[in-house]
């Protein structure tokens, strides 16, 4: 075992055809040097080939060539004692159990998240078990018997199927207590040809399409109080922003977060129709040997349809990722809608102020009212995007199939719902008792110098000027006004006309009345009246279209609603048929 420049593998006590008693490996300029008389772990590298000398390396074909010689060899090692910790056992224990935590605490989660669910999960029982007896896989003895014991666990609700070590979901509790109640003879029949796989799905999709109608919901209550308070400040000036651009009114400005959101509600009934498709009968993966109907298992939960393809059906999310992306939508036009009124909410603007009940206070400061709700819906924004890109990052190049990181998908869905939803009827409550000042709106919008633009389109029709001409000289007479600290309503015919030598080397002669209506903000709006525009008798227009259009979209969601309904009475009428037949 020491001659290395030989490669010998033989043990000193047997026939040692090497004359070397030495181990030949060195490191540092120095020999190792051990005795032969075993197999030792070498601290230093071979010399000539740069490979360590470690037991590791040497022993297999050791006792492979010991073994096939048949020499009984003595094989030692010299021992080198790799980490020396100074812990101690008792000082270890201190961290007995923390392995599990985010293990545990993903039960817990899960299982919070399975009583979310718990009405669609029974449901998914009840309409399996009728189509297993419809299909003779279940007696109807079997069948009865089932349904009546998960019709005993709905009345008294999820916490009812006890927890039991190991089991890391609702429905696997839920599964053992029902083979307690009426034994693995027959309790254990009720999952037969289904896995969690399109199980879990269907529910999640069930889930899904619920929070979707009833985000439906919180956005028609929105967009009714929108056009409410578009019909009250119809005529309510107040400065539209491009930077500090025109004068529109509260009203069109409501009008406009109205269409937003009437696009946000169409998204939501898109997403709807994607999400209302069954998965049931896929199994967990590759369907299933007994002769089940995936058809009138979809009709019993009011689906609409299949998700054909086993493989599609037990592995796709973009039903969440769909939902996900219309909330995010929609919370980003409530974002923007939000800015619009923290700027007006500060006191240097003083347009509008929120009600007290949707502001906070300071410690320190008295005087202070801090527009809490507004800053609420921007966080709201900015977390469900953060959360909508995890729930990508997630599932980036997963296979087809089921695994952990999906339930987190849909885990994420589910709180962007909650949190979205919430917001909407924040941000309808903040519309609906928000303090408009009218007066301050129309003073801030005459000093903001918003009626330029059509000073320049008066020129253009009064002067004969072409736009671009007319807008240089607007340009200029902005810069005087400024710089001779003359406020905007105060601008007369004699800085007009000096505006025009200096930009053009014109003389203009504005006849004061078109002066003074160029410059009135009020007037302004009045002449914005083509399709769109804000004026009172356009706002007027668009009121009345949006009602028409709200009325349309809120029957969609509401027949969507119905149906389910529906089918959701249908199948507890069965099963309470079923529980009450007697076997024929």
Known sequence: DGDVRNGCRMGSAGAHPYPTPLCGNRGAGQLCGLPDSGLHQCKYLDYAGGRPGSADRILPPLLQAVGSEGRGVQVTTHEKKEYDCDMTEAERSKYDGRDMVILNRHTEDTIQEDKLSFPMQMENHFAHVRMLWEQGILTHKEARAISAALRKLLAAGPDATGRRPGLTDLFSNLEEWLIEELGIEVGGKFHTGRSRNDMNLTIERMYTRKTLLDMCEAVSFLMDTLLRKAEEHKNTIIPGYTHHSQPVTLGHFYLSAFENFARDLERLLAAYDHTNLSPMGGAAIATTGFPINRERVAELLGFDGLLLNSMNATSSLDFAYEAASAMCIFIQNVGRMAESLLLWNMGEVGISRLNLKYCSYSTIMPQKRNPVALETLRYSGEWSYGALSTMFNTMKAYTPGNGREPGFVVSLYYEIAQRVMDSAYLLEGIVRTLEVDRERALDMTRKGFSTMTELADELVRSQGLSFAAAKKLVGRLVLLAHEEHIPCEAIGRDLLHRAGLEALGVEVDMPEELLRAALDPVQN?????????????????????????????????????????????????????????EES
């Open 525 to 581: 709006v009045e002449r914005r009246s083509l399709i769109g525009g804000p004026s009172p008798a356009r706002v007027a227009e668009m009121i009345q279209w949006g009602g028409g259009r709200l009325k349309e979209l809120d029957s969609q969601w509401k027949a969507r609603g119905d149906r389910l309904k529906r089918a959701s009475s249908r199948l507890e009428e069965l099963t309470d048929a079923l529980i009450r037949e």
